[in-house]
């Protein structure tokens, strides 16, 4: 089991820059897939990156590809999130989980959740 811990979140201008960190304790991030995800008022929970266990190969959502970075340091064990050129439509309360297994986009499978940042971009 791991627990896991976000930070990093706040408010920031259209065009700016945030790093969003997930502290994870119990057990090392290497273990897991672990993926950002993001869930705006009135919307679902989508996934964001993803980064496999073992070999970190990474997997990003459409609407973030070339802006966002997920990476994972496990001397820290600590999986981060860092966000560029952010635009108003990424406002959302971000959240770290992990998964037993590879990729998926789907929030169901993943096992283990944070509490969630909140992101605010204003235009």
């Known amino acids: 089991q791991v627990q896991l811990v976000e930070s990093g979140g706040g408010l920031v201008q259209a065009g700016g820059s945030l790093r969003l960190s997930c502290a994870a304790s119990?057990?090392?991030?290497?273990?897991?897939?672990m993926g950002w995800f993001r869930q705006a008022p009135g919307k679902e929970r989508e996934v964001v990156a993803q980064i496999t266990r073992g070999g970190g190969n990474t997997h990003y959502a459409d609407s973030v590809k070339g802006r966002f970075t997920i990476s994972r340091d496990n001397t820290k064990n600590t999986v981060y999130l860092q966000m560029n050129s952010l635009k108003p439509e990424d406002t959302a309360v971000y959240y770290c989980?992990?998964?037993?297994?590879?990729?998926?986009?789907?929030?169901?499978?993943?096992?283990?959740w944070g509490q969630g940042t909140q992101v605010t971009v204003s235009s």
């Open positions: 119990g057990r090392t991030v290497s273990s897991y897939t």
């Open positions: 989980a992990a998964r037993n297994g590879y990729y998926s986009s789907s929030p169901t499978t993943y096992d283990y």
